[in-house]
């Protein structure tokens, strides 16, 4: 596979992209440190100590798999911890706003005629509640059922029930599970730094295409 390209100074499509699917927390929202400080307090709750600030650095250089078992944090417990989160994270998701420029990038997307999608592991509620008040009514679909240890299986769902094309299809995130979802459902991966994971982990992934600031995804559709 050929080296991840920075787009705003290399990209060739032989396919417009015309449909734009985008994770949700890191990507879209700005919301690191409110789910950094709801899981740290989860995890005491179950008696699981030893997560503090450095749990920041734990999972910007590793992946998610590689967090789980550096916290030390049972298996069995993560899906309780992960539904635990979310209704937490509802009670805060009205200080949650979106990366600068992000919001009016999606806008500018949705002018440009593409179908715009979020695929995520936070619930429904939480994301629809975040784009009602912070004014962004552009996406098509929001589809919540995906895995914390894998995307991959939903995306392709996902472009199969809708008879996407993959080839005129992108998925934006900030993790490397996110490229992996991406090479997975056989679309363009598009990865973001300005996320959870760091710009030299995701690198590793080699994602088709690496970003720097939200504006720069226009080049995808100009």
Do not use: C
């Not at 009016?104 to 975040?130: A, C, M, P, W």
């Not at 760091?198 to 080699?206: P, T």
């Amino acid at each position: 596979m050929t080296k991840s390209k920075n787009i705003q100074i290399t990209m060739k499509q032989t396919s417009p992209v015309s449909i734009a699917i985008f994770d949700f927390d890191g990507t879209i929202a700005d919301s690191f440190e409110k789910t950094l400080s709801v899981t740290i307090q989860i995890m005491k709750d179950y008696g699981i100590d030893g997560i503090n600030k450095k749990f920041v650095s734990l999972y910007r250089n590793n992946n998610i798999k590689n967090v789980i078992k550096e916290a030390k944090i049972p298996l069995y417990k993560v899906p309780f911890i992960i539904k635990k989160g979310q209704h937490e994270v509802s009670k805060v998701i009205k200080n949650v706003k979106p990366f600068k420029g992000m919001d009016n990038l999606i806008r500018d997307l949705k002018r440009k005629g593409l179908k715009l999608g979020i695929l995520t592991t936070n619930s429904e509620y939480n994301v629809k509640q975040f784009l009602k008040i912070n004014n962004i009514n552009a996406f098509d679909f929001i589809y919540t059922g995906s895995s914390l240890f894998g995307k991959g299986k939903f995306l392709k769902k996902i472009i199969k029930m809708k008879k996407f094309i993959p080839e005129k299809t992108i998925y934006i995130g900030d993790e490397t599970r996110d490229i992996k979802a991406a090479k997975e459902a056989g679309v363009k991966s598009v990865a973001v730094t300005w996320g959870f994971n760091n710009k030299k982990l995701l690198l590793k992934e080699k994602p088709d295409f690496i970003v720097d600031k939200p504006e720069d995804l226009l080049v995808l559709v100009s």
